[in-house]
């Protein structure tokens, strides 16, 4: 595998560039368990690829804990998968949630059910589910910190579930 950093954002923990790690449309078919131990990733972008699963070691994945590095930077180091265009089928449950997710993008793939998401996201800001076989989602979404956007299209979701009307009434703009 051929694994391309982009340019670190700036400084460094560790000895470890704050940097994405981009392998975009590179015929993919499986991650790497090791990638759980990469420090310093504050984005994963595997889009159009072949994966068809996630390992569970992504559900580790964490931003540098060097406070200095953490006050200056604080911005961008929110942790976002970018897995749009893959065959992924299933989320495992240690995935759904490392705690720095801000974003993940997971829309064009072959998910038939959203992963239960630990009850504590607290960067959470979007999730992309697009275009995926989407029927059931996860009830506990609900009781998380409001995302500001869960976007559902062209999924067959039905728009009048519970979970839907109670998400929207905390202030989150649920697409369906």
Do not use: Q
């Not at 953490?70 to 449950?93: Q, T």
């Not at 993008?105 to 589910?129: F, K």
């Not at 609900?142 to 905390?170: H, Q, Y």
């Amino acid at each position: 595998m051929i694994v391309r950093f982009g340019p670190p954002i700036s400084g460094s923990t560790n000895g470890c560039s704050i940097a994405p790690l981009t392998e975009d449309g590179s015929a993919l078919t499986t991650l790497p368990e090791t990638i759980g131990g990469l420090t310093g990733l504050v984005e994963l972008r595997a889009r159009h690829n072949r994966l068809t699963t996630l390992p569970d070691a992504v559900g580790g994945l964490r931003t540098p804990r060097e406070p200095r590095l953490r006050l200056r930077l604080r911005l961008r180091l929110r942790l976002r998968l970018r897995l749009r265009g893959n065959a992924i089928g299933s989320v495992p449950a240690p995935v759904a949630g490392p705690r720095e997710l801000r974003h993940p993008d997971l829309r064009e793939n072959a998910l038939a059910e959203a992963a239960e998401p630990p009850a504590d996201l607290p960067l959470l800001h979007r999730i992309d589910l697009r275009s995926n076989h989407l029927g059931r989602l996860p009830g506990r979404l609900a009781r998380m910190l409001s995302p500001e956007k869960l976007d559902l299209r062209w999924n067959g979701t039905d728009p009048s579930l519970p979970l839907l009307a109670r998400l929207e009434e905390r202030g989150c703009v649920a697409l369906t």
